[in-house]
DNA sequence: GGTAGACCTGGACGC
DNA sequence: GCGTCCAGGTCTACC
């Protein structure tokens, strides 16, 4: 019989509302299950692949059962892996000051914003949602999961680590991947990784400030602008927007702003301005409720028909 | 500092 | 079934 964890949340915590809270939680290697409002993925242990099923206990507690027994160490990385998807580590004081600054989400409690086990993963995911539209989004990881992703005892497939993807070819990861001219940028990142020249370390410890691991973010290959601001956000630093034609649709239907597209773009870094250091947050939740508004509850959305949805020429 | 064009994939559309 | 057009963010060259 496979390990099984039980991990202990805050009294604020919502599996169903915190998992299906940014769009990551459709990419592969993640699923969610409409039926038994559950998540699942593989994750990548020391002994290697995992599977990894995860619901909440009716005393609000993540139960996490693997598909192997896990050793002790790899029991502690599983742990830390789930606390950060989960943003576990962010307590209901913090989501409280989120609330006092855009009271708006106090009803529904959101504050908590879905993310992966690893920063790794988190970064090549933003590559594969640049200059494409969400399907391709989808796609590429599916593939990436597929051709480079190891197999967990159970038969799924993880995200491919950095030490994989470093040693993977250019035609590989194009012509099997279908992930195009971001290749070379995804194969320059994994190395960047394994060489130590990223250390997520140093880009979650919040004693480094948000404007130098921005400008370290923009240093990177594939990653600009609105890359680096969803990866902020990602890291947990929610002082940045990351701007892109969403946005723009956003500005002019739901905001009513009006004039160029550059203009636009001012108004809307003007107009959260009022949230400081909450910023993102409050923008994204705009926009998740948007997105609900037309496709209904978040964890109702299978992922293969809300899929083509989430581009802004579709609304 | 601002702008134009190339980079790719996949979907929509017209024939 | 084929060709064309378009959406999407980053990067480079150029003014």
């Known amino acids: 019989m496979g390990s099984r964890l039980k991990i202990q949340t ?7 509302r915190d998992v299906c809270s940014y769009g990551y939680f459709l990419l592969a ?4 299950d409409v039926e038994s409002q559950s998540f699942s993925r593989v994750l990548e242990l020391i002994d290697g692949p995992s599977s990894c099923a995860m619901d909440q206990q009716p005393d609000g507690s993540v139960r996490a059962k693997f598909d192997r027994r896990l050793s002790r160490e790899e029991q502690f990385i599983a742990r830390k892996q789930i606390i950060r998807m989960f943003s576990l580590d962010v307590d209901t004081k ?4 989120f609330h006092k600054v855009d009271p708006r989400w106090e009803k529904s409690g959101r504050g908590r914003v879905f993310r992966s086990p690893d920063v790794f993963e988190d ?51 194009r012509g099997r991947c279908r992930v195009g001219y971001r290749d070379q940028r995804i194969i320059d990142l994994a190395k960047l990784f394994t060489k130590g020249a990223v250390n997520p ?6 004693n480094n400030s948000d404007d130098d691991v921005f400008a370290f973010l923009l240093t990177l290959p594939g990653i600009g602008p609105y890359a680096a601001g969803n990866i902020m956000q990602l890291l947990g630093r929610y002082s940045r927007l990351a701007l892109d034609t969403e946005s723009l649709r956003h500005g002019k239907a739901v905001l009513k702003m009006t004039g160029t597209d550059n203009a636009i773009m001012k108004q809307l870094a003007s107009h959260y301005d009022q949230f400081g250091d909450h910023k993102f947050r409050s923008y994204w939740f705009e926009l998740w409720e948007f997105y609900q508004s ?21 609304f």
């Not at 913090?94 to 000051?97: P, Q």
């Not at 599916?142 to 038969?155: A, F, N």
């Not at 370390?201 to 919040?206: G, I, K, N, R």
């Open 10 to 16: 805050p009294s604020d915590f919502n599996l169903a």
């Open 201 to 206: 370390a140093w880009l979650e410890d919040p």
């Open 294 to 314: 037309k496709q209904g509850p978040a964890h109702t959305w299978n992922r293969d028909e809300v899929g083509s949805a989430f581009t802004a020429s579709n």
């Open 29 to 32: 290697p993640n699923r969610w």
């Open 94 to 97: 913090t989501i409280r000051a």
């Open 123 to 173: 970064v090549i995911k933003t590559v594969t949602s640049c200059n494409v539209t969400w399907p391709s989004t989808i796609n590429m990881n599916r593939r990436l999961c597929q051709v480079c992703g190891r197999k967990s005892e159970s038969g799924f497939r993880g995200f491919p680590s950095a030490k994989k993807l470093a040693r993977t070819r250019l035609g590989t990861l």
